[in-house]
């Protein structure tokens, strides 16, 4: 007995295609994400994968290419859950800049710490920045534990309760689980679910829109590690330009 778990990161952003930190800002998707959302609905019903529920962030490019890619699928009609748990890491005060110019003024090696260390977070932003979440009623419900900023451990602090519940009892109750997230907190994921160290996990880059099929035994650990993208080739060429963001 296998588990079949699906993760799609969101298609092209806004600001993905303009190169900035994005976190919780809630961007939509470029004609070219609503292009990868229906092409990962497409792959899934090619390669016969049929999500029974789906999990999206509260953002509205997960929601959105969730949307595409299961209406792609004819599987428009599943039973949705959504949760800021799965919501991409909180950027602190980076959120709003411009990758290559912050590259460009505090350097490679700063640049890197606050993008792919395990736990260096960004300078938290302030309440009052244009791109703080602060009063999103979205988030009413959070107090304490609403972020100014994260670092990837913080978002594996977070995810896990919701993936050792929620999603775990789906897929215990033998439901194809399709999750639509973001970059970092379906790295947050993958390091868990392939035990990848906090070294590691730097160079794990996921691309955008490119479904991540993971069968897993009953101890929720994969069968195949790091599980297999639908198009292998495609998600390499697209996670190595995620990995060159800002040059
Ligand atoms: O800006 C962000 O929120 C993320 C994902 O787009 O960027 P990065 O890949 O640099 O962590």
Same mark, same amino acid.
Request: hydrophobic share 30%.
């Given at each position: 007995m296998t588990y079949t778990l699906v993760l799609v990161r969101h298609g092209e952003s806004d600001w993905n295609a303009k190169n900035l930190f994005t976190g919780w800002v809630d961007v939509d998707l470029t004609?070219? $994400? @609503? +292009? /990868? $959302? !229906? @092409? +990962? $609905? /497409?792959?899934?019903? /090619? +390669?016969g994968i049929l999500p029974d529920i789906v999990h999206t962030s509260l953002l509205r490019r997960a929601i959105t290419t969730a949307n595409l890619s299961l209406d792609a699928a004819d599987r428009h009609w599943i039973p !949705?859950?959504?949760?800021?748990r799965l919501n991409e890491r909180h950027y602190g005060a980076l959120q709003g800049k411009d990758k290559k110019q912050t590259l460009e003024q505090f350097g490679e090696e700063q640049f890197m710490l606050? @993008? @792919?260390?395990?736990d260096v977070p960004p300078p938290p932003i302030e309440l009052d920045d244009e791109f703080s979440q602060h009063g999103d009623p979205r988030y009413a419900g959070l107090g304490d534990a609403m972020p100014a900023t994260e670092c990837l451990k913080d978002v594996v602090t977070r995810l896990m309760p919701y993936w050792e519940t929620v999603i775990q009892n789906d897929l215990a109750d033998g439901l194809t689980v399709m999750v639509a997230a973001h970059g970092n907190s379906l790295r947050a994921l993958v390091k868990t679910l392939d035990g990848i160290s906090d070294d590691d996990i730097a160079g794990l880059n996921i691309p955008t829109g490119m479904p991540l099929v993971y069968e897993l035994d009953e101890s929720f650990k994969p !069968?195949?590690? $790091?599980g297999r993208y639908l198009d292998p080739e495609a998600a390499r060429a697209a996670a190595e330009a995620v990995a060159n963001q800002g040059r």
């Open positions: 004609d070219k $994400g @609503r +292009a /990868e $959302g !229906v @092409r +990962a $609905g /497409e792959q899934l019903k /090619e +390669a !949705v859950k959504r949760d800021w606050w @993008r @792919r260390s395990y !069968v195949t590690p $790091g």
